[in-house]
């Protein structure tokens, strides 16, 4: 139970981290409209990951995260802001890198305690700082 609070606690967090900082990186202004279209993103984004957790677990989730999550924000930033694929490939890969770091913490933590527990909330905690 603790996992899955946890699990799904740091996915939103850096669900929303990452699509504010792809839509930045990509030079979308935060005017009302967009920040409407970022949270209609994050809201259909995030519905789709817990349908896929809820039936099919955390492994098919990982697995299919390039799909549900860089894809639609990929043809969000092409289709409605008539972004270049360039700018929208970049913005994406770009939001990626700077959530990795946060992961690496997680992973350090993890091979420290020995708990997946303590890996997401050291994720939450340097996801937040940076």
């Known amino acids: 139970m603790m996992n899955d609070v946890l ?3 740091y996915y939103i967090i850096i669900l929303l981290y990452g699509v504010l900082l792809t839509f930045s990186f990509a ?3 935060f005017t009302k409209v967009n920040l409407f279209a970022s949270a209609l993103v994050f809201t259909v984004c995030g519905m789709f990951q817990i349908v896929l957790y809820v039936f099919f677990g955390e492994n098919v989730v990982w ?3 390039p799909l549900i ?10 289709s409605f802001y008539k972004k270049r694929i360039s700018t929208a490939l970049a913005s994406v890969c770009l939001a990626y890198l700077c959530c990795q770091p946060a ?3 997680g992973v350090i933590f993890e ?3 020995g708990s997946v ?3 997401y ?10």
């Open 7 to 9: 699990f799904f606690s």
């Open 27 to 29: 030079g979308v202004k």
């Open 69 to 78: 999550i860089h894809l639609p924000i990929v043809l969000v930033l092409l």
């Open 117 to 119: 527990d303590m890996a």
């Open 103 to 105: 992961k690496w913490v």
């Open 121 to 130: 909330i050291a994720r939450m905690v340097a996801l937040i700082a940076v």
């Open 111 to 113: 091979e420290i305690t």
């Open 63 to 65: 697995e299919l995260y």
